[in-house]
């Protein structure tokens, strides 16, 4: 710890009071942030579960009833409220636009950021026999299915981590897709048959990665919190985060954008966009990459990704997603 956090952790209120959904993996992810405020900063923390609006509605899609937003809304009204101070999220889930008053402090170092192919019988996607099918509620993952198996037949699948592998071993699917930082987290990793490397399937923003948010006010904790930043993780999931900003993602665009920073500090960023209304139109595919070193250039390189999906006629696939 250097002696500028120190005296940053050394002027917080403790305990420090996580929020969190309670599903087994949020929990786990909460309970890691909580460790390592103890070991890094000398930090005592307690969690908030809680019970969001995306964990009770699971009879619909996400993109029918107000998109990821709704896994943080409530982890927001608790730090609002004083409830809590910070809230521990899967980055994938943080909507691109914070409300006033919320500040995205720190995103940890990433965990695989892959899809996996979970399935009891079959190693991989080639394996499927025709028509099989292969549960996901991600239009993400649809469209990305769709291109290399259009004979596929693809079910929602909506639930926690153990009830969408609950209901693939009662029979309700040939193959799931979930993503493999989950799976890895929570010590179910044999459960994976096969990865999708990148260039089968791209990720989406955020994947793997987890993110600290707290009030804007908190200037003591977000100082502290700083110790938490993976650079090259904050970097390329900004630049990811950026694509989905410009282009306006949410669960109804089926978006993929992932980035990583070589040796040299040159972040490749590859992004596809599918149309929503129609699965069987073909992916547009971008790849953008450049020299970065701070936030501004990362999400600018996004931006430029953003742009050229929209030249290769992206306006026409996103109003397909806006007239779901």
């Not at 009879?59 to 896994?71: A, N």
């Not at 908190?218 to 900004?238: G, I, K, N, Y």
């Not at 596809?272 to 990459?289: E, F, I, M, N, V």
């Amino acid at each position: 710890m250097n002696p500028q956090t120190a005296v940053n952790a050394a002027s917080l209120a403790q305990p420090v009071i996580i929020a969190t959904r309670e599903s087994r993996l949020a929990l786990w992810q909460a309970e890691h942030v909580r460790d390592r405020l103890l070991a890094d900063l000398g930090l005592r923390a307690d969690l908030l579960g809680m019970t969001t609006r995306g964990d009770q509605i699971l009879d619909r899609s996400l993109s029918k009833v107000g998109g990821k937003g709704l896994f943080v809304k409530e982890l927001e009204l608790a730090l609002e409220s004083g409830q809590a101070h910070l809230a521990v999220h899967s980055l994938k889930d943080v909507p691109m636009e914070l409300p006033e008053g919320f500040s995205l402090v720190a995103v940890m170092e990433r965990e695989d950021p892959r899809d996996a192919f979970v399935s009891n019988h079959y190693d991989n996607l080639d394996a499927l026999p025709q028509g099989a099918c292969v549960g996901t509620s991600s239009l993400r993952r649809v469209v990305q299915l769709k291109a290399r198996r259009p004979d596929l037949r693809i079910e929602p699948l909506r639930g926690n981590l153990d009830t969408r592998l609950r209901k693939l071993d009662e029979g309700g699917y040939d193959a799931i897709v979930l993503a493999a930082a989950g799976l890895k987290r929570l010590g179910l990793a044999n459960r994976i048959r096969s990865v999708f490397e990148v260039d089968q399937m791209i990720p989406c923003a955020g994947q793997g990665a987890l993110g600290l948010e707290v009030r804007t006010g908190q200037v003591a904790l977000a100082a502290a919190l700083q110790a938490f930043v993976h650079q090259p993780t904050w970097l390329a999931t900004h630049a990811e985060r950026a694509v989905s900003r410009a282009l306006g993602g949410s669960c109804s665009v089926p978006l993929a954008a992932h980035a990583v920073i070589d040796a040299a500090g040159v972040l490749h960023l590859d992004v596809a966009l599918g149309h929503a209304g129609d699965p069987s139109q073909p992916l547009l595919k971008g790849h953008q990459q450049g020299l970065v070193s701070t936030t501004a250039e990362a999400e600018a390189l996004g931006e430029a990704a953003a742009a050229s999906l929209r030249a290769l006629g992206g306006d026409a696939y996103l109003a397909g997603s806006a007239a779901l």
